[in-house]
């Protein structure tokens, strides 16, 4: 079974619209969380990730993620998102790095 | 820096024939992965290595095989491909698979697209 999933498969915005992206996990134990970004063309970076303290995560071109152990969520958020946005989102758990199904994001100029 | 080099970049097989797809990292990683990556399924792992001359299988390892001999590279093959096996092959790399609060980053390579007609 799927030990992450994403439910949004392509979220289209407008330029300076406020982004979030779904993710929710479904096991227990150690929780590693992980956001990964593949622009058009590139390889998969990471975005930010989750291992314990503080539930808000900071990480890139002001990308923001917060923990909520009570949802087992560790959505994605971004306040204003720009056309450089597009491209596709995973999100992944666990020591063996499942990732989910991804969510392609088009933002439009 | 390198990082993690991914060879080839395309490959269009017949079905039935084989080949290897080779991956290489220079940041000295213990663990090394392959993940084939489809359209609405994500990435999906096939295989990993948690050291040099040791491999385990991960989600969907059936029709591939893989070998590390050397700590930088982690093979892997299609020993008779299949239409099925049509998609794009990332290897990635990091420093640690369990524990290490910062060390369980991947980095990845840039992809090798693999048509079987």
């Known amino acids: 079974a799927q030990s992450v999933s994403q439910h949004n498969h392509h979220v289209i915005l407008s330029e300076a619209a406020s982004l979030e992206l779904g993710c929710n996990y479904s096991?227990?134990?150690?929780?590693?969380l992980f956001w990964y970004v593949q622009y058009p063309g590139q390889h998969l970076q990471l975005l930010l990730k989750?291992?314990?303290?503080?539930?808000l995560v900071k990480g890139i071109k002001g990308f923001e993620a917060e923990f909520i152990k009570s949802k087992f969520s560790f959505n994605l958020r971004k306040p204003s998102v720009q056309w450089s946005d597009t491209a596709e989102y995973f999100c992944?758990?666990?020591?063996?790095?499942?990732f989910g199904a991804g969510t392609r994001l088009t933002v439009k100029p | 820096n390198a990082g993690v080099t991914q060879t080839p970049k395309f490959r269009v097989l017949k079905t039935g024939q084989s080949m290897t797809l080779l991956c290489a990292q220079d940041?000295?990683?213990?663990?090394m992965y392959w993940y084939r990556q489809d359209p609405g399924m994500g990435l999906r792992l096939i295989h990993y290595?948690?050291?040099?001359?040791?491999?385990a299988k991960g989600e969907v390892p059936d029709g591939y095989n893989v070998s590390r001999l050397k700590k930088q590279n982690f093979l892997l093959g299609l020993e008779s491909a299949a239409p099925s096996q049509t998609s794009v092959y990332f290897c990635?790399?990091?420093?640690?698979?369990?524990?290490?609060?910062?060390?369980?980053?991947?980095?990845f390579g840039a992809g090798t697209r693999l048509s079987v007609l």
């Open positions: 990635a790399s990091s420093y640690s698979f369990l524990g290490g609060l910062a060390k369980n980053i991947q980095y």
């Open positions: 096991y227990g134990g150690t929780v590693n």
């Open positions: 989750y291992f314990s303290g503080d539930p």
């Open positions: 992944a758990g666990r020591n063996d790095m499942r």
């Open positions: 940041m000295n990683h213990e663990y």
């Open positions: 290595s948690v050291g040099e001359g040791t491999t």
